[in-house]
């Protein structure tokens, strides 16, 4: 992937028209500039009062060093001398990871209407690409469609689920909360530079789904549901807690005999109810069919395939403990709620322990 340092970003300046309110408004869209914090920080309060999940934002010093750093990409949208919405990039290059995930876009409600989250996408996507990751990648929030419907549009295919992301009792956005203890991410993958996935192993089960994905990417594959046991004693984890949305997020780095003690350790330390854990498992080895097997009978249950994102193929596995999903809840596009049908019987029959 290139640095961000190499690319020119461009600014673009549209008249867009909202049929509603019968009024329109000139938007600039452009990269980050020195100055902006104040009026991304006004946008994030705007829409989320004090509970937006990335704490740092709403330290002005923080987020303009992060806007400067190598790891994202900040855009904006400016109207009548404000900012009216902002999209952020991350990047990803650690772990024989090498992607980009824009990974929010948070518009002012006065905003909306207008169709500027769409204009945002149909502006940052080429930008992105620009780049040249292997993929790019979104986690799009699971309580509105828009997301889901404007990423859909630039090619972006619904490939699994993050479940349990947000504590619904920690949400005070515009949007519903429904009966949902947790709220989820879907996840959307669109290949770039990487159009061969090589050889995939996977347990037979997974196979459709599996060749579904990625069909609907393009891409070509191999799959395999040979087996063998671990080559490695212990095994490497990365893990990312957040204990204000009680969730780990786990990328098994390397496989090995004491996984699922790590795992069993790990889990124990987490004692309040609504503690949900994702694990991302290289699907590159026939190693990943026996880690698949050990997670199972833990409780994990498969949630998709993350795609195209790196120098291997990986898969997702999600405890959810007894937590009640209720995914029938979830606003979805059409393509997405095929998935939900199909991830929600493997919710079904996951072993409950």
């Known amino acids: 992937m290139l640095k961000k340092e190499q690319v020119q970003f461009p600014a673009v ?46 330290d002005v010093g923080k987020l303009r060093e992060k806007a400067m750093g190598e790891h994202y990409v900040f855009f904006v949208a400016e109207a009548g001398g404000e900012i009216a919405g902002m999209e952020i990039f991350a990047l990803f290059t650690e772990n024989g990871d090498d992607y980009i995930e824009p990974a929010s876009q948070i518009l002012k409600q006065k905003y909306r209407g207008f ?41 972006m295919v619904p490939t699994g689920f993050r479940l349990g992301s947000f504590l619904a009792e920690k949400m005070h956005n515009s949007y519903p909360k429904g009966n949902c203890p947790k709220h989820s991410e879907g996840i959307m993958i669109l290949p770039v530079q990487k159009k061969q ?120 596995m999600q405890w959810c403990g007894d937590m009640k999903l209720h995914m029938e809840e979830y606003m979805l596009t059409g393509a997405f709620d095929l998935l939900r049908v199909q991830i929600q019987a493997f919710y079904d029959r996951r072993k409950c322990v």
């Open 13 to 58: 300046t549209k008249e867009l028209y909202n049929e509603q309110k019968n009024e329109s408004i000139v938007f600039s869209m452009r990269p980050f500039a020195s100055g902006d914090e104040q009026g991304l920080l006004e946008c994030i309060r705007d829409e989320y009062g004090d509970s937006y999940f990335k704490r740092d934002f709403y």
């Open 115 to 155: 169709g500027l989250a769409a204009e945002l996408v149909a502006y940052t996507f080429p930008l992105a690409k620009m780049m040249e990751p292997q993929a790019l990648f979104v986690h799009a929030v699971t309580f509105h469609t828009i997301t889901q419907r404007v990423c859909g549009e630039q090619g």
């Open 197 to 316: 996935a090589g050889k995939v192993y996977l347990p037979a089960q997974l196979h459709a789904y599996a060749k579904n994905i990625y069909d609907c990417l393009g891409m070509s594959y191999e799959l395999s549901d040979q087996k063998e046991s671990f080559s490695q004693a212990h095994a490497k984890l990365s893990v990312v807690t957040d204990e204000l949305q009680r969730t780990v997020l786990i990328q098994l780095l390397q496989l090995g005999d004491d996984l699922t003690d790590q795992i069993g350790k790990l889990m124990n330390s987490h004692t309040q109810p609504l503690w949900t854990y994702q694990i991302t498992i290289s699907s590159d080895c026939p190693a990943a069919l026996t880690a698949y097997d050990q997670l199972a009978d833990m409780g994990f249950f498969f949630t998709g395939i993350k795609a195209a994102c790196g120098t291997k193929e990986q898969f997702y």
